[in-house]
């Protein structure tokens, strides 16, 4: 019977140059498996604890204290441990930080042992990670479906420097036959728009944020950023509407303020946003929208889903945990969720989280954070889960594309027998539970 052997972390960087940690599971084979944990910058009040040192050293955001404890808590603890079983090796890491929010030890410590598990047993039994997930761990057998990448090709908000209050301005290759032609239609209206900018703005336009989107410096509004896209979409030869859609992160908790959200020039009650928004949607082929509202408005998310016919995706609402997506749904606050791994620190706990959604009827969004790595685990991930949805930011910066080739590889692996969900993405994963 195959063992954990050791279990070791160090201190790496992530795409911010900030610390995070990377963690080796060796299993008493000699098969290994490694994660990379990432980092977000538009956070949820709600989420797990991302431990950091504190002092001077990185300002305070080294995570040599998270490393410890992966190196003297957890190994020490989990050497022995059978590691095809994910549900055990998670369960375990809880019992050893039952604390809310995994402030003892650290969520990016505990997530990274168990995602680098995950990839461990994958490797022991010769299988692709994707398979491993689905089948092992899921707890599905056999019929993948990939998912519609939501590509974050303008940045604003946290994510970058000017005067756009909306994080994320996305668009969604619906049109696609599967994920090779959904990923070139992303890359050609991606730089179709970088150069419609540079003419428009200048070389300053150009620059990229956090997560791959140009920062869109001359952009004066939420619509002008929607104008530009739609104008690259047609551009490069798309069309807007029904072969690309549209999609935006609001990210509203980092606009509001005293009462009120501070966008466009304006200030606005939370009647007068989902106005503005209902009448983008009207205006523009926006199909998904999310976290319109501040992070602790239950009630104004529920009044905008019930008007609107886009997706409205709930992030730091629900911070991916199972019990707040339970208050969700029986609010009718929002209608789809998004899932970070890192917001709740297990593989184990962020499936639960997705079973809970899509038991009511909630399609899931698996998603990175602006604070990247080179690991692709979110998209083998995604396929795992049949989510039919992915944001995985711009098709740019090696943080970011690594999941796209990602994805491209397990098309090549499946030999193309991937469904794809083209206009269906809201729905497509019912038919592979």
Known sequence: MVEIASIKAIEILD????????????????????????????????????????????????????????????????????PLSQSEIDAALLRLDPSEG?????????????????????????VPLFQYLHERVVGLHGRYLQPVPMSNVINGGAHA?????????????????NILEAIRCLSEVYHTLGKKMVAKFGRMAKHIGDEG????????????????????????????????????????SGFYRDGEYHVDG?????????????????????????????ENAFEDFAEFTRRTSAQVVTDDLTVSHAETVKRCIEMGAGNALLLKLNQIGTVTEAVGAARVANSAGWP????????????????DFAVALCTGQIKTGAPARSDRVEKYNRLIEIHHLLGGACAYPREGFRTAWRDYQ
Do not use: W
């Open 266 to 294: 304006r200030a606005l009650s939370a009647g007068e946003l989902a106005d503005l928004y209902l009448e983008l949607e009207g205006t523009f082929p926006i199909r998904s929208i999310e976290d319109p509202f501040d």
């Open 213 to 252: 989107g140009y920062c869109g410096y001359g952009l004066e509004s939420t619509r002008d950023a929607f104008e530009q896209i739609v104008g690259a979409v047609e551009e490069a030869g798309y069309s807007a509407g029904k072969e690309v859609v549209l999609g935006m992160d609001a990210a509203a």
């Open 15 to 82: 795409s911010r140059g900030n610390p995070t940690l990377m963690t080796r599971v060796e299993l008493s084979d000699g098969t290994a498996g490694t994660a990379k944990v990432p980092s977000g910058a538009s956070t949820g009040e709600r989420e797990a604890l991302e431990l950091r040192d504190g002092g001077t050293r990185y300002g305070g955001k080294g995570v040599l204290r998270a490393v410890a404890n992966v190196n003297d808590v957890i190994s020490k603890a989990l050497r022995g441990a059978d």
């Open 161 to 177: 420097g000017n005067k756009l209050a909306i994080q994320e301005f996305m668009v969604l290759p619906v049109g696609a036959d």
């Open 364 to 379: 899931v969004v698996v998603s990175h954070r602006s604070g990247e790595t080179g690991d692709t685990f979110i998209a």
């Open 102 to 126: 995994k402030r003892q030890l650290g969520a990016n410590a505990v997530l990274s042992v168990s995602m680098a598990t995950a990839v461990a047993a994958a490797r022991h039994l010769g």
